[in-house]
């Protein structure tokens, strides 16, 4: 079982639909969980962090978080064109410490 | 804020020589910085943890003695790809740990073709 596990997709989506983003994790002992936007030949960018159980909300995007099914997600709202990319979600275990990446998600908002 | 840049942004050598990868933080002091390698089409594979003023820790089968890190400041970490050859052509890139805010945040990455 892979550490961190994406749908690799690809996701399609129409725009101005939501995207649902999922990753799970294995590590129980997993306290930080991250979401990256890549596009293509560029490197990741910054989404979302998140710790505690629950959801947290960011302008379009949404991470939720359930720690007891090792489960975390982002929601894109209201999706653009521009939005195409391949989200990676990252967990990292300790403060500081290294993360560990899933193998991304491709993204497609169609127009 | 929170900006970390990366130079050179695309190098070309030929088999066998040395390259050099410099990384900073800009804006902010980052005790800790990563070094990670993405083939196309494949997720990031961190390389090596390097923390400023003592050596860096290298993830398994990494070689260490291929892949030079040098952490001597809070703003910069150098990668040195050493007697570079074709299958060490690849996506480079370094990321820098915000310590107030416990974020890693990516530099622009370096496109390493070796012929």
């Known amino acids: 079982q892979k550490e961190v596990e994406q749908n690799s997709g690809p996701l399609s989506v129409p725009e101005g639909a939501i995207a649902s983003l999922n990753c799970t994790y294995s590590?129980?002992?997993?306290?930080?969980f991250f979401w990256y936007r890549q596009y293509s030949g560029k490197s990741p960018e910054l989404i979302m962090f998140?710790?505690?159980?629950g959801d947290k909300e960011d302008g379009r995007f949404t991470a939720q978080l359930n720690k007891a099914s090792q489960y975390v997600s982002l929601l894109i709202r209201d999706s653009q064109p521009s939005d195409s990319a391949t989200y990676l979600c990252?967990?990292?275990?300790?403060?500081?410490?290294?993360?560990?990446f899933g193998q991304g998600t491709i993204l497609t908002v169609h127009p | 804020g929170a900006v970390v840049s990366q130079h050179p942004s695309r190098v070309i050598c030929k088999s066998g020589t040395s390259v050099k990868i410099e990384c900073r933080s800009l804006?902010?002091?980052?005790?800790?910085m990563f070094w990670y390698r993405q083939f196309p089409k494949q997720s990031l594979m961190l390389m090596a943890t390097?923390?400023?003023?003592?050596?860096?820790?290298?993830e398994q089968g990494v070689e260490k003695d291929k892949f030079l890190i040098n952490h001597a400041s809070l703003t910069l970490s150098t990668l040195t790809v050493t007697s570079a050859h074709p299958e060490d052509s690849s996506f480079y890139i370094c990321?820098?740990?915000?310590?107030?805010?416990?974020?890693?945040?990516f530099g622009p990455g370096t496109r390493l073709t070796v012929l």
């Open positions: 990321s820098a740990s915000q310590q107030s805010t416990d974020t890693q945040y």
């Open positions: 590590d129980r002992g997993s306290q930080s």
């Open positions: 998140i710790y505690s159980n």
């Open positions: 990252a967990v990292r275990n300790n403060r500081y410490g290294k993360l560990t």
């Open positions: 804006d902010f002091q980052a005790t800790t």
């Open positions: 390097s923390n400023e003023g003592s050596k860096a820790t290298y």
